[in-house]
């Protein structure tokens, strides 16, 4: 291995394209793959176990970690990475199921809470323990304690580098 393939790769001059090399190749589609492996299996269990998909639960466990158990709208969007519209049909089919309910925000006229209600909160104890095996199953059962600290943190810097902090930031909840 030569020094210049093991340092930093320089950035391409403008309006030329940096293609993939043939091992980030290999690391982007394993990562794709793993990914859509990874979810498509904790929303068949989730689906099977509760009859909800993955998002619906990651919602419920926001909720359920708020203090009493209710969160605005904008901060449940955010928190989620989702746009305000998929949180607004996602809360509608929580409140049919009877998990969630919205309140209006006394300060502002425009904004409502999520509360996640009581039946919403047994349901969530239920599922909980099988979801919770599915994700050690699939995910840290496979790891050794270093591989999964490194995993953290590479997708800590890959979060960081994706989530803008400027005004005005392309983000799902501000959409």
């Not at 050690?136 to 304690?145: E, K, V």
Request: hydrophobic content about 40%; glycine content about 6%.
């Amino acid at each position: 291995m030569n020094t210049a393939s093991a340092s930093a790769p320089e950035p391409a001059p403008a309006g030329t394209h940096r293609w993939l090399t043939a091992e980030e190749q290999r690391v982007w589609r394993s990562y794709l793959h793993a990914t859509t492996l990874l979810e498509d299996h904790l929303d068949r269990q989730l689906q099977r176990d509760a009859g909800m998909p993955h998002l619906y639960y990651s919602l419920l466990v926001r909720l359920a970690e708020a203090p009493d158990r209710r969160l605005r709208m904008t901060e449940l969007a955010m928190d989620a990475k989702i746009t305000r519209s998929r949180l607004s049909h996602a809360i509608a089919r929580l409140e049919t199921n009877g998990w969630v309910r919205r309140e209006n925000c006394p300060s502002d006229k425009r904004g409502q809470f999520a509360v996640l209600t009581d039946q919403g909160m047994d349901v969530l104890r239920r599922t909980a323990p099988g979801h919770v095996a599915a994700v050690r199953q699939a995910l840290f059962d496979r790891l050794s304690p270093e591989q999964q600290k490194s995993l953290g943190e590479i997708m800590q810097i890959i979060a960081e580098g994706l989530q803008p902090n400027e005004a005005g930031a392309d983000l799902p909840w501000l959409r």
